[in-house]
């Protein structure tokens, strides 16, 4: 008994510090103008699958069974011999700006995949900028803009809240909803025009000297992974720059520390604790245990 019990407490101080949280495939595919982009997505389904754009989910655009697949939308399809495999790929013919953004497939209505199409419309080279992690990076674009200048992130953000709320959504089997006001308006991170410049995003900053001379450099401090990421310079509605940010580091994992006069009884629900770490001592005191 006291071997298992001793067992149950490893595994419970293993699982609390090291936490692995998984979610579904989420990718970014980019293009350029008019060329034919694959969104991907490896599950098995055998039931009815299909593909809809994350703002508008009551929209199918391609859609698959085991008998069949139908093209609900022109430009849309899936292929039936791929499905069968546990390929479910959306194929979009002819990609313009207006097929940007984000696709979500689901199973059944269980969500499967969730993939952002990046539809290059300039010629412009992606830059990518590396960085320390907690530093401040600074992404380039050197163009001439008179009117508004825009920084906004191309890709979806993951974080540990992210990641969280994906869990927690797979766990109730809910779709966590996320507004699409923030792929609009709140997805812009800073801006500016011939009067002054704004910081939307706190950390992200563009300075004014610099756009009258036609330097749109987006400066962002304190980066950290979460930072990671593609980033897009739009001066009206046209993109002019892409620039890639890389954050490198490692993060120092987050201290536990346990507050004094909490209730230890059994009453807490605390099994154990670790009081000291020694090879002739007492390793573990278990509470509320018989």
Known sequence: ???????????????????????????????????TATLPCSE??????????????????????????????EGYQMIRDQYLKGDLSLIITDADSTKRGWYTSDC?????????????????AVSTVKVKLNETATLPCSKRCSGVVRWKRSDKPTDVKDSSARAKRDASKTRVVRSTESRKSTDVLAECNQTECRSVKKGC???????????????IT????????????????SEICDVELQVEGTPEPEKRTDKKGDNEGPSSGKICSVQKLSLTGPLLDFRGLK
């Open 205 to 219: 900053q563009m300075n004014r000297d610099q756009y009258l001379k036609g330097d749109l450099s987006l400066t």
């Open 44 to 73: 098995r389904c055998s039931g009815s699958a299909r593909w809809t754009v994350f703002s508008k989910r009551s929209d199918t655009l391609a859609e698959c069974d085991q008998t069949s697949c139908r093209s609900v939308k």
């Open 108 to 124: 059944d209505g269980k969500d499967l995949c969730d993939v952002h199409l990046h539809v290059k419309v300039s010629e412009s």
């Open 222 to 237: 304190d980066a950290d992974l979460s930072k990671s990421g593609v980033y897009t310079c739009e001066c009206g509605d």
């Open 1 to 35: 008994m006291q071997y298992y019990s001793s067992a149950v407490c490893v595994l419970i101080l293993l699982i609390t510090t090291f936490t692995d949280v998984s979610e579904s495939a989420v990718s970014t595919v980019k293009v350029k103008l008019n060329e």
